[in-house]
């Protein structure tokens, strides 16, 4: 099994920007594409963003599309996610993924998640 860690949450105003990582164990995090989920008070967790085992290929939700920014270094086992002009709905505890890459689907979610990250921001 893959071990993930998450840091980088905090508080912060609407319009600023965070900078999310998730650092995993072992020799094996290439072999892992990547994803971020969030889960607000009261809703389900929901896929925010995920990332190919190379750093090639992103994907995002529609709802952060043009705001968050996923990436990975290898070398480092770490994934990142930017997030900017952050809004008071994006107020959620924040989740990596280690997910499978086929031929049939670029990312699928996996068993191994991190503790989570609290990010909140305020109006």
């Known amino acids: 099994q893959v071990q993930l860690v998450e840091s980088g949450g905090g508080l912060v105003q609407a319009g600023g920007s965070l900078r999310l990582s998730c650092v995993g164990s072992?020799?094996?995090?290439?072999?892992?594409?990547m994803g971020w989920f969030r889960q607000a008070p009261g809703k389900e967790r929901e896929f925010v963003a995920a990332?190919?085992?190379?750093?090639?290929?992103?994907y995002y939700a529609g709802s952060v599309k043009g705001r968050f920014t996923i990436s990975r270094d290898n070398a480092k086992n770490t994934v990142y996610l930017q997030m900017n002009s952050l809004k008071p709905d994006d107020t959620a505890v924040y989740y990596c993924?280690?997910?499978?890459?086929?031929?049939?689907?670029?990312?699928?979610?996996?068993?191994?998640w991190g503790q989570g990250t609290q990010v909140t921001v305020s109006s």
């Open positions: 990332i190919s085992r190379s750093g090639g290929s992103e």
């Open positions: 993924n280690a997910g499978e890459e086929t031929q049939a689907s670029p990312y699928r979610e996996g068993d191994y």
């Open positions: 072992g020799r094996t995090f290439s072999s892992y594409a």
